[in-house]
Structure formats: C-alpha cells, structure tokens
C-alpha cells in the first residue's frame, strides 16, 4: 500500500515557472515507478510524464517535452515535476501515479493514486 499526497499547484503565468511535489508514504518506495498525470477542464485524463524505479529512465508527453523535468528523491520518498515556459494549456489539476511494476503512458497500469494539486496558468 502506497500513499501519495501532492503539493506546490497554484496560479502562475504564462511563460513562467511552478514545480509540483508528490509525498509518498508506504513500503519499497524506491522500488516503484512513478508517474504524473493532469485533468483539465472538459478533458480527459492525459499522460504528462513517468520516471523509472532508479530515476534512471524518463518518459514526457509530446506537448510537455523540453518544457517539464520529471525527477525523485528516493530518500525523501518524493517525486517531483519541474514545469517551465508554462502555457495557459498547461492549466490541470496534476495527479501523481505510482506503479509496482514498470512505468506506463496509461494510466490504469498505475495502482495507487493521489488526489491532485491545481495548476492554473493565466494568460
């Protein structure tokens, strides 16, 4: 069982910066492959980006690539998503993922969950 807890959304503008946290709490954290998530309004849930076990290997959606850093820190049991040259597109409640498995661009192979941190970029 793992818990995750998201941090650090707010408003920002365009072209400007913001960095979201995810806290997790449970067991073999650094055995499990991470992911971010976002909603936007009317939309559907998309993949923004993934990191390996080790941190080694990433993984960003099209839209996101050059722009977003994903990273984390095995021993503060978090995961980070840098977000820069932010666009009014970007505006989403972002959710942390974590897998037990391997990464994944779907969102079902992920079976824990946060609850979200809103990210507005105002134009």
């Known amino acids: 069982q793992v818990q995750l807890v998201e941090s650090g959304g707010g408003l920002v503008q365009a072209g400007g910066s913001l960095s979201v946290s995810c806290a997790a709490s449970g067991r073999t954290f650094s055995r499990y492959a991470m992911g971010w998530f976002r909603q936007a309004p009317g939309k559907e849930r998309e993949f923004v980006a993934a990191i390996s076990w080790s941190g080694g290997s990433t993984n960003y959606a099209d839209s996101v690539k050059g722009r977003f850093t994903i990273s984390r820190d095995n021993a503060k049991n978090t995961v980070y998503l840098q977000m820069n040259s932010l666009k009014p597109e970007d505006t989403a409640v972002y959710y942390c993922?974590?897998?037990?498995?391997?990464?994944?661009?779907?969102?079902?192979?992920?079976?824990?969950w946060g609850q979200g941190t809103q990210v507005t970029v105002s134009s």
């Open positions: 993922a974590a897998s037990s498995s391997s990464w994944s661009t779907k969102g079902a192979r992920y079976g824990y």
